[in-house]
């Protein structure tokens, strides 16, 4: 199975910084990595597929880059509304695993 | 507007079957898509159960021990869940979701909302 990987485990950060989030594969995953956003008692929202391209109607603030095992998604001038737990997701191959999860709080 | 619809007992006993039904509104499951189960736990954070395509082709997680059972009804609007010898450790929220597949968007792309199942006597 492929594993990933998610640091850091949780950041503290305020409205308007800018913060790095990174996604480690095991093994080479091409650009089969996806960004989620949860928020409690919520779905999750994809935010990011194909490693760099936004979905549909998530803010420009929102950018991730990446490939083969190393990606990171960032968050510039972060809004009160991104305070949430991000999850990283490999469908390079079955299992379509996760990441643990990087959670950004105030 | 494609809308995901989880439905199914919030409680179930040790040793029991678990089962749930997705209901699919605004699109077809005869479409070129996978249709997923999706669990978060506290404990195990998010964890993908596994998945079915209009022709009945599944696919599960390993990890599961061969537990899973995914099917589609015939009229194509919903799918089910069954995970069977379950024990509190397969309490979680789940979450039916579609898994959109072109190129390099390979993504769960849609999600229900979500519903709690507890694991206990």
């Known amino acids: 199975d492929i594993q990933l990987t998610q640091s850091p485990s949780s950041l503290s950060a305020s409205v308007g910084d800018e913060v790095t989030l990174t996604c480690r594969a095991s093994q080479s995953i091409s650009r089969y990595l996806n960004w989620y956003q949860v928020k409690p008692g919520e779905a999750p929202k994809l935010l990011v597929y194909g490693a760099a391209n936004l979905e549909s109607g998530v803010p420009s603030r929102f950018s991730a880059i990446g490939s083969v095992t190393e990606f990171t998604l960032t968050i510039t001038a972060l809004q009160p509304e991104d305070f949430a737990t991000y999850y990283c997701q490999q469908s390079f191959d079955t299992p379509f695993n996760f990441g643990p999860g990087t959670k950004v709080d105030v | 507007q494609v809308q995901l619809q989880e439905s199914g007992p919030g409680l179930v006993k040790p040793s029991g079957t678990l089962s749930l039904t997705c209901v699919v509104s605004g699109d077809s499951i005869v479409s070129n898509n996978w249709w997923s189960w999706v669990r978060h736990s506290p404990g195990k954070g998010l964890e993908w159960i596994g998945e079915i395509n209009y022709s009945g082709n599944t696919r599960d997680n390993p990890s599961l021990k061969s537990r899973v059972t995914i099917s589609v009804d015939k009229s194509m609007t919903r799918f089910y869940l069954k995970l069977n010898s379950v024990t509190a450790a397969d309490t979680a929220v789940y979450y039916c979701?579609?898994?959109?597949?072109?190129?390099?968007?390979?993504?769960?792309?849609?999600w229900g909302r979500g519903t709690l199942v507890t694991v206990s006597s």
């Open positions: 979701s579609r898994r959109f597949s072109v190129g390099w968007n390979d993504s769960f792309d849609l």
